[in-house]
């Protein structure tokens, strides 16, 4: 499998949400949940190190949600799978087992779920990302998102927003709506146990965090 100083080359330096930083987070906790839940450690590890890299080996656009969204960023993960089957077969992988790995990065994205994690491998990549997302790495890498998109740290919720999860035309995609769209929900999308009882704490840091968050504006008003 690929080593992770060649996997550092793959993804930027500087992007604090999806940058190298994040893969190695993500390949640690990876094995920490493969060994808890006896998931195949090679296949978990392969799958972590290559998940959110970009196939042309070029940083990625990000992903933008206040306007125009890269194609490329949105639709990574096949992208990535496509990558990781090259980096593999270079490496003479069984076909099962580039398979396994392609699969496992396919399905560890939230904002799709045409294809959901079916093996213990990719549910374990699936959790080892979402905890990547929420705590105080979580509260962090959701200011860096707004920030890389070029939205503003608050705004106000739409009621259409708070209703639906959709946003009104021109409504800016800060932190908060981040939290209240995809972060609030990850505790409950965990599939392994090990990841649900990690999810659990980081949960409730955070959402403590963006309750002072919001406390704080409404003293400002």
């Not at 330096?13 to 930083?21: A, E, Q």
């Not at 987070?25 to 296949?43: H, K, N, P, S």
């Not at 969204?69 to 496509?82: F, L, P, T």
């Not at 779920?113 to 213990?120: K, Y």
Request: proline share 4%; charged share 30%; glycine share 4%.
């Amino acid at each position: 499998m690929p080593s992770i100083e060649t996997a550092r080359s793959w993804y930027p330096r500087t992007d604090p949400v999806h940058g190298f930083d994040h893969i190695l987070r993500v390949f640690r906790m990876a094995e920490q949940l493969a060994e808890a839940e006896g998931a195949d450690i090679e296949i978990v590890r392969a799958a972590a190190l290559l998940h959110d890299v970009d196939g042309s080996q070029q940083p990625a656009l990000r992903e933008n949600e206040g306007s125009a969204i890269s194609g490329q960023r949105k639709m990574h993960q096949h992208s990535a799978a496509n990558f990781a089957r090259q980096i593999l077969q270079s490496e003479n992988w069984a076909e099962a087992r580039i398979q396994a790995v392609e699969h496992c990065i396919r399905a560890h994205r939230f904002r799709d779920e045409r294809e959901q994690p079916q093996t213990i491998e990719a549910q374990v990549l699936f959790d080892a990302d979402k905890l990547d997302a929420i705590g105080a790495i979580g509260a962090v890498r959701s200011i860096g998102y707004a920030v890389l998109a070029e939205q503003p740290l608050h705004a106000k919720l739409s009621q259409q927003f708070l209703e639906t999860g959709e946003k009104e035309p021109n409504e800016p995609h800060t932190p908060y709506h981040e939290h209240l769209f995809k972060l609030s929900k990850l505790k409950d999308r965990m599939f392994t146990a090990s990841g649900r009882t990690l999810a659990e704490e980081r949960h409730n840091f955070l959402e403590a965090f963006f309750e002072q968050w919001q406390a704080e504006l409404r003293s400002e008003r």
